[in-house]
Structure formats: C-alpha cells, structure tokens
C-alpha cells in the first residue's frame, strides 16, 4: 500500500512538536534572562522601585499616574519578597511571559498555527523582548496591553460564546492604557478602525446602546485619576502623550532612529542593545511591512497602520519611545512569515510532501534567527563592557554581606546622598540594615557603599 504525508508520526504530531519546542524557548529564555543575564540592576529599575514603595492611597502625587498599574504590581513584589532584584524584576517576567501567550494566541486568531508557532518563537527569542523581559521598569506593559488589546478586541468580534467577557476585558485594558505614555494613541488606532472598517462598524452598531453607555461610564470613573492629574500637572499629560519637555533636534533623532534600526556595524554604547533586530529578522519586517500595504482591505491593516502612523511621529521627537514599536515590528515580522510559507504553497498547492519539505528551510531560517538573537543577547550583557557599565551589582552584594550576619545582628550602610532613598527604601523592609554612622560602642556591622566611599 502506498504511503502517504499523513501516516508518519512526525507529520500527524507536527503542532504537539512545534508547541512544546515554542513554551520549552519561552521559559528557558525568560529563566535565563530573570536570573542570569545580566543578574544586575541599572538606574532606571532602582528608579522604578523607589517610584513603587511611595505609592500610597493617603497621598498620591499626579505624577504617581503614570504606569500606577505596573508600579502597583512592583509594589506587591516587594512587599512580599522584600527589596532584591529578584522582588524588583518580577513584574516585568510575569508580564513577558503573558504577552508571549497573548502574541500566540493573537497570531492564530489572525493567521494560521503554523505561523503562529514561528513568529511566536521569533518574538520571543529577540533582543528587544528578552530585554523587556527582565527589565524591572514599566517597559514592558505597553507590549503586555497592546498584544491583550488586540487579542480581546478579536475575540469580541469573532467569538459569541463568553462574548460579554471580553467586551469587559477591551474596557479595563482599554482605561488601563491610558495610564502609560503612548497607550492613547493604540486606543485611537483601534477606535480609528471601528469607524472606518466595514465589518467592524457593522458589529458595532449591534452592541445594545445601554452597555455602550455603561462602558463608557465606568471608563471614565477608572480614568478619573488621570484625567486630573492631567489637568493639575501639565507635565502629566505630555508624559503620557509623549510630547518631549526639552529642546528637540530632529536631525539627530533621525540618525539616533537609523543606527537604532539599521545600524547592523555599529557598536553598542547603551543599556539597549542596537540595532532591535537581526538582520534576518528586519528582512522579514520589511516584507511584512511590504505586505501590509497591500492588504489594506483587513481589520488588522487597519490597526496596525493607522497605530504606526500615530506612533512614528512621537518617536521621531523622542526616539526613547522606540520599544513603544516592538509589537508592531512583531506584527510585520508574523506577515514576513506568512508571506514566505503561502508563497511556497503557491508553488506546490496539491503537492503535501513539496509543502512539508518547504517547511525545512524556513525553520532551519527561524532557528538561526533565533539563536543569533539569544547569543547576541548574552553575550552582550554578560561580556561588554560599555553595555555592563549601566549595571550595578551592589544591592545583590549588600544582602549576601546581612545573610553572612549572625542571629539579631545589624548593619549600618553608609551610602551617598544619591543612593539613599534606595538603601532607605531597602532598610524599611530590612530590619537588618540601618542607614546613617556607626554607632559609638562599634557594635554594629559598617558597609560602605563604593560612590560613598
């Protein structure tokens, strides 16, 4: 009897393959990066950290709106596990991992499993995303409540059972994003696409005018806060819109955005490794950004266009903004993908065995990618100097010299006016440290910080 594709193992098992191979990259690669790589903490997450223990409900400064939900969670992490780095960072792992499985599910909504399981890996195998992932500032939660955004707001379109569920979801994600820099101008974008899209409109224009109007209500009770400090703090507002405070010099945020994109020669000077993206990969993202343009006519374009458009400008001003775009970068890179696997269906449409064997190449393509991105990765910010001088491995070596500390003892840290709210944060959730002189009778331990000494 004639043997066919569908009766080897390998092709009837090919997705239980392709997703284990998928979750078994997330984990190891978000492991990997939350407690190895690299291990340290730089400014901007001893900032952030600092920023999360004053929260308070008795006082809450209308600067204290901007990423309030991230600075929540950091709290919570602290107060449970104390001040450390693994307290500070976690935050942003929880919210890595739910954005990869948010990207993959939100991929096979758009597309096919097939492309879902590669782009997935692609994503998360980047820089940029392993970056974010271990990166203890609120980084991360534009990428988490864009990828959710999308992916509820497609369910709601597409899924009747739990259909109420999601429209929920859409309005806290929704209010939720205005609290971060950037986040109104996706809440635009995918109102820009219910007005001007057909198919969108049309379910729209079905939602009974009473949950409308409840939506929008308790909306705007959940984004009271921001509305005033908005209007209290000027500052506010254009922080959360991404309008610069400073001077602007166009020229040199055009090339600052090249060298971010394309600089493939140049050398890495910052705590962000540049370019965002392997060379492989921009190839992709150029195809899918190609590809977009010519598939108009869907909702996704819609989104993603008219999300893109909105951004571009607001980065060209601040080019600090850039991560803002991984989820759209992402997005072009699954079109780049499926681009390449349907045009090689193209060629082979009644042909199973040429379709599988198509898939060889392109995987061997993701896997090279991919390992290119984790090394690159690893061995930037384990090894180079000019990316490492950013981190600081002191709190790490402080709480290691109390662990050493007998039963009772206490040490006082002297620390640098700078470092103080740090250290003073880490002493109220220590009791073991104190900050200030040693005492007279010599009795207590004396660290020093190294900018202090």
Same mark, same amino acid.
């Given at each position: 009897?004639?043997?066919?594709?569908?009766?080897?193992?390998?092709?009837?098992?090919?997705?239980?393959?392709?997703?284990?191979?998928?979750?078994?990259?997330? +984990?190891?690669?978000?492991?990997?990066?939350?407690?190895?790589?690299?291990?340290?903490?730089?400014?901007?997450?001893? %900032?952030?950290?600092?920023?999360?223990?004053?929260?308070?409900? *008795?006082?809450?400064?209308?600067?204290?709106?901007?990423? +309030?939900?991230?600075?929540?969670?950091?709290?919570?992490?602290?107060?449970?596990?104390?001040?450390? !780095?693994?307290?500070?960072?976690?935050?942003?792992?929880?919210?890595?991992?739910?954005?990869?499985?948010?990207?993959?599910?939100?991929?096979?909504?758009?597309? &096919? =499993?097939?492309?879902?399981?590669?782009?997935?890996?692609?994503?998360?195998?980047?820089?940029?995303?392993?970056?974010?992932?271990?990166?203890?500032?609120?980084?991360?939660?534009?990428?988490?409540?864009?990828?959710?955004?999308?992916?509820?707001? !497609?369910?709601?379109?597409?899924?009747?059972?739990?259909?109420?569920?999601? *429209?929920?979801?859409?309005?806290?994600? !929704?209010?939720?994003?205005?609290?971060?820099?950037?986040?109104?101008?996706?809440?635009?974008?995918?109102?820009? !696409?219910?007005?001007?899209?057909?198919?969108?409109?049309?379910?729209?224009?079905?939602?009974?005018?009473?949950?409308?109007?409840?939506?929008?209500?308790?909306?705007? /009770?959940?984004?009271?806060?921001?509305?005033?400090?908005?209007?209290?703090?000027?500052?506010?507002?254009?922080?959360?819109?991404?309008?610069?405070?400073?001077?602007?010099?166009?020229? &040199?945020?055009?090339?600052?955005?090249?060298?971010?994109? /394309?600089?493939?020669?140049?050398?890495?000077?910052?705590?962000?490794?540049?370019?965002?993206? =392997? +060379?492989?990969?921009?190839?992709?993202?150029?195809?899918?950004?190609?590809?977009?343009?010519?598939? *108009?006519?869907?909702?996704?374009?819609?989104?993603?266009?008219?999300?893109?458009?909105?951004?571009?400008?607001? /980065?060209?001003? %601040?080019?600090? &903004?850039?991560?803002?775009?991984?989820?759209?970068?992402?997005?072009?890179?699954?079109?780049?993908?499926?681009?390449?696997?349907?045009?090689?269906?193209?060629?082979?449409?009644?042909?199973?065995?040429?379709?599988?064997?198509?898939?060889?190449?392109?995987?061997?393509?993701?896997?090279?990618?991919?390992?290119?991105?984790?090394?690159?990765?690893?061995?930037?910010?384990?090894?180079?100097?000019?990316?490492?001088?950013?981190?600081?491995? %002191? +709190?790490?070596?402080?709480?290691?010299?109390?662990?050493?500390?007998?039963?009772?003892?206490?040490?006082?840290? /002297?620390?640098?006016?700078?470092?103080?709210?740090?250290?003073?944060?880490?002493?109220?959730?220590?009791?073991?440290?104190?900050?200030?002189?040693? %005492?007279?009778?010599?009795?207590?331990?004396?660290?020093?910080?190294?900018?202090? &000494?």
């Amino acid at each position: 009897m004639r043997e066919h594709v569908t009766d080897y193992v390998f092709y009837r098992r090919r997705y239980v393959l392709g997703y284990s191979l998928l979750i078994a990259t997330i +984990l190891t690669v978000l492991i990997v990066a939350f407690i190895f790589v690299p291990g340290e903490l730089r400014q901007g997450e001893i %900032d952030s950290s600092i920023k999360s223990a004053s929260l308070s409900l *008795k006082s809450i400064a209308p600067a204290m709106v901007v990423d +309030l939900p991230y600075h929540v969670l950091q709290r919570l992490s602290i107060n449970i596990l104390g001040v450390s !780095t693994m307290s500070i960072k976690l935050p942003s792992l929880i919210l890595a991992l739910l954005t990869a499985v948010g990207f993959f599910f939100l991929v096979k909504l758009w597309f &096919h =499993s097939n492309v879902a399981i590669f782009a997935s890996m692609l994503a998360s195998t980047t820089t940029q995303f392993i970056f974010l992932s271990q990166d203890g500032t609120p980084a991360i939660i534009y990428s988490f409540l864009a990828v959710w955004l999308l992916l509820s707001a !497609t369910m709601v379109t597409r899924q009747k059972i739990f259909a109420t569920f999601w *429209k929920v979801i859409v309005c806290v994600i !929704t209010a939720t994003l205005l609290y971060v820099p950037l986040g109104i101008y996706l809440v635009v974008a995918v109102l820009t !696409t219910m007005v001007f899209h057909p198919h969108i409109r049309y379910i729209v224009k079905r939602l009974p005018a009473f949950k409308v109007v409840l939506a929008t209500v308790l909306g705007l /009770i959940v984004i009271s806060p921001v509305i005033y400090a908005a209007i209290v703090d000027t500052n506010v507002a254009k922080q959360l819109l991404g309008i610069p405070t400073g001077a602007i010099d166009l020229r &040199h945020n055009a090339a600052v955005l090249i060298e971010t994109m /394309i600089g493939f020669a140049s050398a890495t000077d910052s705590y962000i490794l540049r370019p965002f993206f =392997s +060379l492989g990969a921009f190839l992709l993202i150029i195809v899918g950004a190609y590809k977009i343009m010519t598939q *108009k006519h869907t909702a996704r374009s819609y989104i993603i266009l008219a999300w893109g458009l909105l951004l571009f400008p607001l /980065i060209l001003l %601040d080019p600090s &903004h850039i991560q803002a775009y991984f989820v759209i970068a992402s997005m072009y890179m699954t079109l780049g993908i499926a681009t390449l696997i349907a045009d090689w269906y193209k060629l082979f449409p009644r042909n199973p065995y040429a379709r599988v064997l198509g898939l060889v190449p392109l995987s061997i393509v993701v896997l090279g990618i991919m390992i290119s991105g984790i090394m690159r990765y690893m061995n930037n910010y384990q090894y180079n100097p000019d990316v490492l001088a950013y981190y600081s491995k %002191d +709190l790490t070596l402080l709480r290691n010299e109390l662990d050493t500390l007998k039963n009772g003892s206490k040490a006082t840290l /002297i620390a640098s006016p700078e470092e103080q709210p740090f250290y003073a944060m880490l002493a109220k959730y220590d009791s073991r440290v104190t900050i200030g002189a040693k %005492d007279a009778d010599g009795s207590v331990s004396t660290i020093v910080t190294r900018q202090a &000494h």
